[in-house]
Every structure is written in structure tokens, then in C-alpha cells.
């Protein structure tokens, strides 16, 4: 036999044996299961220190960042739903913000994102470019859900993105929505409260925002 010939045999028993170590190495059985919560989500792939940085720290994070104020309570507007109550921190200020509240009476477009994730980085952009579409018929809010703020900040600078948005810690606004353990994730909420529709999923264009706001808020932009 060549020296080819022998090689070629040796390349296809080392294919054979590695499509076999392939076949039997373990998967996991059915009854694995990922993280069952957002926060556990948060922490299997995110950080779980807590963010020790002050004011101070921030403030120059927040100065670059530019980000726009946090909605206020439309007049005469009462909070209502799952999210009334739910108390975060306004990004641009660090002011206190009770979710409900700040989007009572409006359509919300409420887009959950953390710095480390890959889709929310290419989603947010188009988040940005149907704010400006819906030119304030719908308000659209985004929610940073890990406890690093201030990469929060420094990745919408980054981004270019300037949407009001909150910091929330303690995902207590996945919770109250019943998000699924992934990111990113969109909340249609109605302008009484109520949650329209939980979507978990990126998506690709300004379009698909705004079909989905058609759809589930009946509000066209």
C-alpha cells in the first residue's frame, strides 16, 4: 500500500472514531433544564456582584451617555397592572421610578436588555429608530436587568442609543411580567396597564417593532 493510500485510510478510521466519541458523549438527559427565573438567567450568564459604584462614579457615565428622561405620570392617569408598584432607577438621573406609574395612561414598548447581551446590542438600534418613528404615540422605555449600572451606561453611549430607560437590579420588572430566562424580551403594554403580549425574542428590523405594536397594541407607527 502507498503512502497516500495509508494516509487516506488513517484520516477516514480517525473521521469514524471522532463521529463516534461524537454519537455517545452525554447531552444531558429530557429532564435537564436551564434557569427556571429571569434572575437566575441573569446570573448564569450575566454578574452577580452588586454595583458599589456612587453618584459620583456615575455621573460621568451618565453625562456621555445623554440618555432621555424617564416618562412621567400622564395627567389624570392611575397606575394599573402587573407593573404598578414595581419601583426601579431612572438611567439618565438615578431618580426613583415606579414603572406603573411613569407609563400609565400611554402604549409602552418596554424592551428588557443587559449590557452583556449580544442580540440586545444589535436590537437596540432599532428600538431607538421606532421611538423616533412613533414620534410619542407609543413610549418605549428600556430596562437594564443586571446589577452593573454603570456598564449599563457605557454601553448606550456606545450604542448611540439614548431612550429613557431604567436600572433594575432585582429583574422585579421580568418578574412582575412573568418574563421568560432569556434576553432580550419586549413588553406590549396597553395604556390601562394591561400586558398585551410577553415577547421573547430580537428583533431584526424597524418594521418587525412596529408590526408587533400594530398587532398586539393596535397602535400603527
Known sequence: MSRSSAARWSLAALVVVVALIVAIWPRGSDEDTGPTSFADYRDTFGTTATDDATASDLAPLRERADLAACPQPA??????????????????????????????????????????????????????????????AVTVLTVHEDPQQGNALARLSDYGVRLPGVQDASASVAAAVGAPAVLPVTVLVAADGTVAKVLPQPFRSVDEIAAAVSDYLGVAA
Open 75 to 136: 395627567p389624570d392617569a392611575a397606575a394599573s397592572g402587573p407593573l404598578a408598584g414595581v419601583r426601579t432607577t431612572c438611567l439618565a438621573d438615578g431618580s426613583p421610578v415606579d414603572i406603573g406609574a411613569a407609563i400609565a395612561g400611554r402604549p409602552t414598548v418596554v424592551n428588557l436588555w443587559a449590557y452583556w447581551c449580544g442580540p440586545c446590542a444589535e436590537e437596540l438600534p432599532f428600538m431607538a429608530q421606532y421611538a423616533e418613528r412613533a414620534a410619542g
